[in-house]
Nanobody
């Protein structure tokens, strides 16, 4: 069973950048597709980006397309989310999640493993 831990969140000004990391332990990370989700206060958790097991395929939601980039290094058991041109509406708790089924899916229920989340706050 894989365990996930996010890091890299923090406070940043509008227009700034952050890079989140999702480190995995307890399993062969290359066997899992990974998604990044976020949840703002009073809102449902939403997927923003995902990547296939090999890293050959990626997905980005319309809200972050062109600003956020997902990547992975299976040798380091880590998935990254590079976030540029941050907006105040990007403020949320960010979670990474993994599943054994390859490909993408926007539903939280189809991901088996979750990290504890990391707070991202974008100030204007």
């Amino acid at each position: 069973q894989v365990q996930l831990a996010e890091s890299g969140g923090g406070l940043v000004e509008v227009g700034g950048s952050l890079r989140l990391s999702c480190a995995a332990s307890g399993g062969t990370f290359g066997r899992y597709a990974v998604g990044w989700f976020r949840q703002a206060p009073g809102k449902e958790r939403e997927i923003i980006s995902a990547i296939t097991r090999s890293g050959g395929g990626t997905y980005s939601s319309n809200s972050v397309k062109g600003r956020f980039t997902i990547s992975r290094d299976n040798a380091k058991n880590t998935v990254y989310l590079q976030m540029n041109s941050l907006k105040s509406e990007d403020t949320a708790v960010y979670y990474c999640a993994a599943r054994t089924l390859d490909g993408f899916d926007t539903s939280t229920s189809l991901y088996d493993y979750w990290g504890q989340g990391t707070q991202v706050t974008v100030s204007s």
